[in-house]
């Protein structure tokens, strides 16, 4: 199953990319917002796509065009890959794909195929969490859990978490899951979400150090922009759109750029209604000076 690109028509309406102009991708996936922006920018534009997944770059290679150049890599190297070119549009849609949740077989799920491994990660460069769970201590785990999943039961998973691995190993999504269940007390958050959720969130996080390397992209951002160059980031959770707004609102009290919307854009009823993942999308978008 392929992910569907989220605030699709709001990003290209901000974004506006014109004919020869030249933009970045950075979170490519499965090419929803990239093919879209390509068909704007025409056969004299260009663009350049990364992803930290081998594998979204590799089923992107036969759509690759003359003018699309592909990179392997994480989004907080853009400076490097782009060398000394700026730009005219950039786009990152952080986090995950559906297709990685459901079909990379690297154990981001909780909820289905429970015997993948428990990996993770975007990229086999970083340690599988499998691995972070072995050598982290009890109270390392915990805060990890109540800092980038603002679980308020992180104590209790931990010790769970520690518990089990001291009998068996925990090295399966499945096994993960059970083991936070397991330690949980009954009618979590009355069966709103599955009581796994936001453990699972907050290991994400930390093993592909999802806020240090956004930080480190909003930093350099103002270098690889062009003067009149739109950039939009969508994130999925209150830790990154909050780095993103302080960022943002910085640059243009600085006289750097503008803002080109005072409020995040989100989606519309609509759309949460065909893709259910579009709930938590928030789009910002800044111009540069
Ligand atoms: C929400 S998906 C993007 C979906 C895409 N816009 C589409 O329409 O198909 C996020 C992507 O960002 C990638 N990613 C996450 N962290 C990254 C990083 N630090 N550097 C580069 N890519 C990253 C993931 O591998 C994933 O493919």
Redesign the pocket.
């Known amino acids: 199953m392929?992910?569907?690109?989220?605030l699709?028509k709001e990003v290209l309406e901000n974004l506006k990319p014109e004919a020869g102009e030249f933009f970045i991708?950075?979170?490519?996936?499965?090419?929803?917002?990239?093919e879209e922006i390509l068909e704007k920018l025409g056969k004299k534009g260009k663009m350049m796509l990364?992803?930290?997944?081998k594998e979204?770059i590799s089923r992107f290679k036969k759509k690759k065009t003359e003018n699309t150049i592909l990179k392997e890599?994480?989004?907080?190297d853009v400076k490097e890959f782009l060398k000394k070119e700026k730009v005219d549009g950039f786009?990152?849609?952080?986090?995950?794909?559906s297709?990685?949740l459901e079909e990379s077989g690297r154990g981001f799920s909780f909820s289905r195929n429970s015997e993948e491994p428990l990996l993770m990660t975007?990229?086999d460069s970083e340690e599988p969490v499998s691995q972070i769970l072995k050598r982290l201590t009890e109270k390392e785990i915990a805060d990890i859990i109540y800092k980038y999943g603002g679980e308020r039961y992180s104590r209790r998973i931990a010790r769970a978490i520690k518990e089990q691995e001291r009998k068996e190993k925990i090295e399966t999504n499945g096994k993960l899951a059970e083991v936070v269940r397991r330690a949980l007390p009954r009618g979590y958050e009355r069966g709103r979400i599955d009581p796994a959720t936001r453990t699972f969130q907050a290991f994400r996080i930390y093993a592909?150090?999802?806020l240090e390397?956004?930080e480190k992209?909003l930093q350099i951002l103002p270098e690889i922009m062009k003067s009149g160059g739109r950039a939009g980031i969508?994130t999925?959770h209150s830790l990154e759109d909050g780095l993103v707004k302080k960022y943002f609102k910085n640059y243009e009290k600085e006289g750097r750029a503008i803002l080109l919307n005072k409020k995040p854009i989100i989606a519309s009823r609509e759309e949460i209604e065909k893709n259910p993942r579009s709930r938590s999308a928030k789009l910002r978008i800044i111009k540069f000076n």
């Open positions: 392929s992910h569907v690109p989220v699709l991708d950075c979170t490519l996936g499965d090419g929803g917002h990239a990364v992803d930290w997944d979204s890599g994480n989004y907080a786009l990152a849609d952080l986090g995950f794909s297709r990685q975007y990229s592909n150090k999802e390397n956004l992209l969508i999925f």
